[in-house]
């Protein structure tokens, strides 16, 4: 080494402090010369490197290398400790029986300390190859030997190790444990990597107690010091799999362990991590509902984990492989035998898995008619409702449902599903971010739709709507978290804004926008992980549906709840004191006939086509049927609000016959109508008008607004910034935003309005006070929302619903703004003089100009909530 240089050893703690620095130390090293000893150590050094964060290969001819030195050197110690190195580089390679024929070696050759982190590398190629028990064995002899000797890096891997593997057996306390004991000692060094290392082990700990949030949010700080290390993690990238399909986001997993193989393959990197990388894909792709990506990730993976004797995860890749089948329509005796061995194996392994696959062998069994085999099966799974975090348990309630809708309980069926209901509830209120919370409930969706099915053939229509509220935009009824007042968060919404209004003013003028839309999706990324680190507070008001409440406050009016079992329709129809059941059509007819007409009307909005006036009025009159069936005739003449499922809420619902001449809102469910029914207005009663940039016709409607509402607050020309409209409708009694909006399928917290600054976004609402008591957009798809979860919504409208907004009026497809002008002016005619939303907007259609773009203007626009 050269002057100031340190030892030659020191070089091997280097590499997982300051990896760089460790491999260019080591280079120097054998550009010097060097003695046996010590071009050993150069090249276990290179070794290590390019096993972790680099080539496979070139890691064995350097370790092969530094072994041959090491027997040269005649250190016994130098060679079983690069035994023990090159041992696990062969398991990493996928060779198995020569990685323990090293590592045995290694341990005979070994002494004392030297021993104890052999003992610690054979332990970890145990962990990979998923021998739980023997890795813990090889720990416990090599912990107390490392304490002894004062050897803190060492003995905090060991500690890190051991928490790892207590944590792939289930016992959390234990992890946690060890874990807090290695993050103690990891404090005391500079080892930069082992610290990284550290803090994605606490999150890996956080989400098996359940708290996703954290472990999001520790996974990223993981990932931001393995960047600015230059080291990249594959076993990262698989952990966080794990959690984002545990927060119900299995695309993004997908596209992570996907996109986390492509640049392992490049760089010619570990075959054990990209066995595990299929297997994170394989689970993904399941969960996604692509059956045929799953049966070849998870086949490819299978392949891989037995070619390296790994049993543990090949026999949890066929568990993902028999589940694949099965959702593709494979069902079959032999998949109920071939999932109820690998539940067998999967509990001799001592794996929580096997929960699982005892409930897949029940189900297909149940599917196939095989009480008997079922029942068995569901018996087993439904012990893991004691065991693990809410979410993981809710899959033993389910079990245990089945069981009961097998035997002829409804009651104890019932039982099952509100006991796992609870469950996520529980856990659906540790998220603090409104997107978890709505993809989290897809969790449940198994049990709201059996608890449906069992009250349905009890002919119980009570019931029906009861259980059908207990899981419908529970989001929008539990009390919102606040986003933190975090700087890093606030500053990235407002440099997105920035960008994306540069992005805008570049697009117009037909300039390269590459740069700007990349710097666009980064900031959207940055939001986006930030806001979902956000925890929840954890507490629920604990209400649910009072029915004899609700029909109180319908008062003279019909509550519509159309609810889907099965792919079925039915109607609940709530008035005159009871509650009414009716069959009515499919699900899959009515989004079709949807889809047609908002194409229609969308043509309509621009063309001016009266010819197609005809094709939409026939259009709604088929609509109608499949919806509302023989329940249309009992509407009476009041005013009815319609509560559809999650995907119907893109609805032109005026161009329905028995809604067009009527007061109509739509409200995502019984129980957010109830609760928005109650707000009570703001004293003081501000009215804010507020006029984006770029509109066809100026926002016409707003200068002649603002003359008919004295004293009403008006940002337009340059004054509707976003933080000034947002400042001027916190807590006001009306708003009304003519702006151009946005409706993003793929982000539906990215939907927006356009201000004189930049976009107005959903993140952007979350941070009000207190939402408008009223609010109008007149803007195209500011009505539209994204299902997702159970029967979750996200969008602009569902952001300010539980906020405290009563009532919205927002159009569910795009509109011609010149049509909107007159349109709006009725519709605040009406409300001034004293109408509801609802009647306003009924009366808003009717007045002239009577033309089809008017026409359809009217017929786009709805009144949502209470309204």
């Known amino acids: 080494m050269t002057g100031g240089s340190p030892p030659i050893l020191d070089l091997l703690p280097l590499v997982f402090a300051r990896p760089k620095d460790a491999l260019s130390g080591a280079r120097t090293v054998l550009e010097a010369g060097p003695t046996a000893h010590d071009a050993s150590v150069a090249h276990q050094v290179i070794g290590?490197?390019?096993?972790?964060?680099?080539?496979?290969?070139?890691?064995?001819?350097?370790?092969?290398?530094?072994?041959?030195?090491?027997?040269?050197?005649?250190?016994?110690?130098?060679?079983?400790?690069?035994?023990?190195?090159?041992?696990?580089?062969?398991?990493?390679?996928?060779?198995?029986?020569?990685?323990?024929?090293?590592?045995?070696?290694?341990?005979?050759?070994?002494?004392?300390?030297t021993l104890a982190r052999v003992l610690f590398r054979r332990g970890y190629v145990w962990w990979v190859l998923g021998?739980?028990?023997?890795?813990l064995d090889d720990l416990r002899r090599?912990?107390?030997?490392?304490?002894?000797?004062?050897?803190?890096?060492?003995?905090?891997?060991?500690?890190?190790?051991?928490?790892?593997?207590?944590?792939?057996?289930?016992?959390?306390?234990?992890?946690?444990?060890?874990?807090?004991?290695?993050?103690?000692?990891?404090?005391?060094?500079?080892?930069?990597?082992?610290?990284?290392?550290?803090?994605?082990?606490?999150?890996?700990?956080?989400?098996?107690?359940?708290?996703?949030?954290?472990?999001?949010?520790?996974?990223?700080?993981?990932?931001?010091?393995?960047?600015?290390?230059?080291?990249?993690m594959f076993m990262l990238n698989i952990r966080r799999c794990e959690v984002l399909m545990a927060a119900g986001l299995a695309r993004e997993a997908l596209d992570e362990a996907d996109g986390a193989t492509n640049a392992l393959d490049g760089i010619g990197g570990q075959s054990t991590r990209r066995a595990e990388l299929l297997l994170a894909a394989a689970r993904a792709a399941n969960a996604t509902g692509d059956a045929a990506t799953a049966i070849a990730r998870a086949t490819a993976a299978i392949g891989l984990f037995s070619s390296q004797r790994r049993e543990w995860w090949e026999v949890h890749a066929r568990l993902v492989l028999i589940e694949a089948r099965v959702a593709g329509g494979r069902i079959s005796g032999r998949l109920v035998g071939d999932a109820a061995t690998v539940a067998a194996r999967l509990s001799?392994?001592?794996?929580?898995?096997?929960?699982?696959?005892?409930?897949?062998?029940?189900?297909?069994?149940?599917?196939?008619?095989?009480?008997?085999?079922?029942?068995?099966?569901?018996?087993?799974?439904?012990?893991?409702?004691?065991?693990?975090?809410?979410?993981?348990?809710?899959?033993?309630?389910?079990?245990?449902?089945?069981?009961?809708?097998?035997?002829?309980?409804?009651?104890?069926?019932?039982?099952?599903?509100?006991?796992?209901?609870?469950?996520?509830?529980?856990?659906?209120?540790?998220?603090?971010?409104?997107?978890?919370?709505?993809?989290?409930?897809?969790?449940?969706?198994?049990?709201?739709?059996?608890?449906?099915?069992?009250?349905?053939?009890?002919?119980?229509?009570?019931?029906?709507?009861?259980?059908?509220?207990?899981?419908?935009?529970?989001?929008?009824?539990?009390?919102?978290?606040?986003?933190?007042?975090?700087?890093?968060?606030?500053?990235?919404?407002?440099?997105?804004?920035?960008?994306?209004?540069?992005?805008e003013a570049a697009r117009s003028a037909g300039a390269p926008i590459p740069a700007l839309e990349r710097e666009q999706r980064r900031l959207e990324r940055e939001i986006r992980s930030r806001t979902l680190h956000i925890r929840g507070e954890g507490r629920s008001d604990g209400r649910r549906l009072d029915v004899r409440r609700l029909l109180d406050r319908i008062e003279d009016g019909r509550l519509v709840e159309i609810v889907a079992v099965d792919g079925e329709l039915h109607v609940l129809l709530c008035g005159d004191g009871r509650v009414r059941g009716f069959p009515a059509g499919r699900l899959a007819d009515a989004m079709a006939e949807v889809d047609h007409l908002s194409a229609g009307l969308r043509r309509l909005a621009h063309t001016g086509d009266a010819g197609r006036l005809a094709i939409l009025e026939a259009g709604g009159r088929r609509l109608e049927e499949i919806l509302l069936g023989p329940a249309v005739r009992h509407l009476g003449t009041g005013p009815v609000v319609v509560v559809p499922p999650g995907?119907?809420?893109?609805?032109?619902?005026?161009?329905?016959?028995?809604?067009?001449?009527?007061?109509?809102?739509?409200?995502?469910?019984?129980?957010?109508?109830?609760?928005?029914?109650?707000?009570?207005?703001?004293?003081?009663?501000?009215?804010?008008?507020?006029?984006?940039?770029?509109?066809?016709?100026?926002?016409?409607?707003?200068?002649?607004?603002?003359?008919?509402?004295?004293?009403?607050?008006?940002?337009?020309?340059?004054?509707?910034?976003?933080?000034?409209?947002?400042?001027?409708?916190?807590?006001?009694?009306?708003?009304?935003?003519?702006?151009?909006?946005?409706?993003?399928?793929?982000?539906?917290?990215?939907?927006?309005?356009?201000?004189?600054?930049?976009?107005?976004?959903?993140?952007?609402?979350?941070?009000?006070?207190?939402?408008?008591?009223?609010?109008?957009?007149?803007?195209?798809?500011?009505?539209?929302?994204?299902?997702?979860?159970?029967?979750?919504?996200?969008?602009?409208?569902?952001?300010?619903?539980?906020?405290?907004?009563?009532?919205?009026?927002?159009?569910?497809?795009?509109?011609?703004?010149?049509?909107?002008?007159p349109l709006m002016l009725a519709l605040h005619e009406g409300m001034r003089a004293g109408l509801t939303m609802a009647e306003a907007l009924r009366d808003a259609r009717r007045a002239p100009p009577h033309d089809a773009v008017h026409q359809a203007a009217g017929w786009a626009f709805s009144a949502i909530g209470a309204a």
């Open 348 to 503: 001799e392994l001592g794996s929580p898995s096997a929960v699982e696959a005892s409930l897949l062998a029940g189900r297909t069994a149940l599917a196939l008619g095989w009480a008997d085999d079922a029942e068995r099966h569901l018996v087993a799974a439904a012990r893991g409702r004691s065991r693990g975090p809410a979410f993981a348990r809710v899959g033993g309630w389910a079990a245990q449902a089945l069981r009961a809708e097998a035997a002829g309980s409804v009651r104890g069926v019932l039982d099952a599903c509100r006991r796992g209901l609870d469950l996520l509830d529980e856990h659906r209120l540790t998220l603090g971010a409104s997107e978890l919370r709505a993809r989290a409930t897809a969790q449940g969706a198994e049990l709201a739709v059996l608890a449906q099915r069992v009250s349905l053939r009890s002919d119980r229509p009570r019931r029906l709507l009861v259980w059908s509220e207990r899981w419908r935009a529970t989001v929008l009824t539990a009390p919102p978290t606040r986003p933190p007042a975090d700087p890093a968060l606030l500053r990235d919404i407002t440099a997105f804004r920035e960008i994306t209004s540069r992005a």
């Open 131 to 135: 021998h739980h028990r023997q890795a």
């Open 142 to 232: 090599a912990i107390p030997v490392l304490r002894q000797a004062g050897d803190v890096i060492w003995t905090a891997r060991a500690l890190t190790l051991r928490a790892t593997v207590h944590l792939a057996m289930g016992s959390v306390e234990r992890a946690e444990a060890d874990f807090g004991s290695a993050e103690r000692l990891w404090a005391t060094t500079d080892q930069e990597h082992d610290k990284a290392d550290a803090v994605e082990s606490r999150g890996l700990a956080a989400f098996r107690s359940g708290d996703i949030p954290a472990a999001l949010r520790l996974f990223d700080e993981a990932a931001r010091s393995y960047a600015t290390l230059g080291t990249p």
């Open 647 to 821: 995907r119907l809420h893109g609805v032109p619902w005026a161009l329905l016959p028995a809604l067009r001449e009527r007061a109509f809102s739509v409200a995502p469910s019984a129980s957010c109508w109830l609760r928005a029914r109650e707000i009570e207005p703001p004293p003081e009663g501000r009215f804010v008008l507020v006029r984006g940039p770029d509109l066809a016709t100026g926002g016409a409607e707003v200068p002649r607004l603002a003359s008919r509402y004295g004293g009403a607050t008006v940002l337009e020309n340059g004054t509707a910034s976003v933080p000034a409209v947002l400042e001027a409708i916190d807590g006001c009694l009306l708003a009304h935003i003519a702006a151009h909006g946005t409706f993003r399928a793929d982000s539906p917290m990215f939907s927006s309005l356009r201000m004189d600054d930049g976009p107005l976004t959903v993140h952007d609402f979350e941070r009000l006070r207190r939402s408008p008591h009223q609010i109008i957009l007149s803007s195209c798809d500011s009505g539209r929302l994204a299902s997702v979860g159970s029967d979750e919504l996200l969008g602009l409208a569902a952001a300010l619903l539980p906020l405290g907004t009563a009532g919205i009026v927002a159009s569910c497809v795009p509109v011609n703004d010149e049509a909107v002008v």
């Open 48 to 113: 290590i490197w390019e096993r972790d964060f680099g080539d496979l290969g070139a890691a064995l001819t350097h370790l092969r290398r530094a072994r041959a030195l090491a027997a040269r050197s005649g250190s016994p110690d130098r060679e079983a400790d690069v035994l023990a190195t090159l041992g696990a580089a062969l398991m990493h390679a996928g060779r198995t029986r020569h990685a323990m024929k090293a590592l045995d070696q290694a341990v005979a050759r070994g002494a004392g300390a």
